[in-house]
Nanobody, 114 residues
Framework: QVQLVESGGGLVQPGGSLRLSCAASGRPFSIYAMGWYRQAPGKQRELVATISNMAVTNYADSVKGRFTISRDNAKNTVYLQMNSLKPEDTAVYYC????????WGQGTQVTVSS
């Protein structure tokens, strides 16, 4: 049972950067693989990046080389550093355990536009 609160989204121009944070509560936290997901209007939710309990990371092809997922277990927080943002990155971003999913949070809106 994990509660999740996402933050850090906003409006940014193409090529800009944002850092998203996901604050998680519940025990245990450190053993869970965590992921960032996103959902654009009219599209299905997609997996963006994952980080295992051992800090092994994986990324969707669309964000490789631009996004970095990290975690701070002492702060019960997962981060997503997003660089070189593109309009196609516009979506609501969510975090969650990779499997099984906990209840979804509200997400944080990322809008990339000129």
């Amino acid at each position: 049972q994990v509660q999740l609160v996402e933050s850090g989204g906003g409006l940014v121009q193409p090529g800009g950067s944002l850092r998203l944070s996901c604050a998680a509560s519940g025990r245990p936290f450190s053993i869970y693989a965590m992921g960032w997901y996103r959902q654009a209007p009219g599209k299905q939710r997609e997996l963006v990046a994952t980080i295992s309990n051992m800090a092994v990371t994986n990324y969707a092809d669309s964000v490789k080389g631009r996004f970095t997922i990290s975690r701070d277990n002492a702060k019960n927080t997962v981060y997503l550093q997003m660089n070189s943002l593109k309009p196609e990155d516009t979506a609501v971003y969510y975090c969650n355990k990779v499997s099984p999913w906990s209840n979804w949070g509200q997400g944080t809106q990322v809008t990339v536009s000129s």
